[in-house]
């Protein structure tokens, strides 16, 4: 059995999509992500399965029935798919209750990674580059700790 070319192609735009939403900021862009992805998934599972009579001894021949394999794990993967949309949507309800928006913000190691990187140096603070800059001080890691949690001062 060879999938159809429309059926295949549903499956990549359904995952590429996914992917693109995940790798946004917002969680309800991250929430349609994971959905979109689920339900490729799901459909790439449904071509590894051949046509067939039902899986129950006696109905059919054995070189007739279905594989009932897929079919279980597209159950188990819905199953999956819902529990993780509803932790996303408590995760942007929370956010957008505390916050008033559901963007995720940057933490502490995200903005000492990136004045790293800026600075061209390792994560254990050697430089890797030709630059002769001190390593990052005990007053630069509070400053980023404080511009990382709003509303504090320090």
Known sequence: MTPNL??????GVLVAAGVTLLLERSLTRVLMGVVLLGN???????T??????????GTTSQ??????LPQAMILTAIVITLGMTAFLLALAYRSWH??????VQDDV???RIM???ERDEGPDGEDTGDDDDDDMT?????????SATPGRSG
């Open 63 to 68: 070189e007739e029935m279905s594989d009932p």
């Open 98 to 103: 505390l916050n008033g928006h559901d963007e």
């Open 6 to 11: 429309t059926y295949v192609l549903v499956i």
């Open 115 to 117: 004045t790293l990187a």
């Open 138 to 146: 005990a007053e630069d890691e509070r400053r980023l700790a404080a």
């Open 48 to 57: 590894g399965g051949r046509a067939g009579g039902a899986p129950i001894v």
């Open 40 to 46: 490729g998934a799901n459909l790439l599972l449904l």
């Open 109 to 111: 190691e995200d903005r």
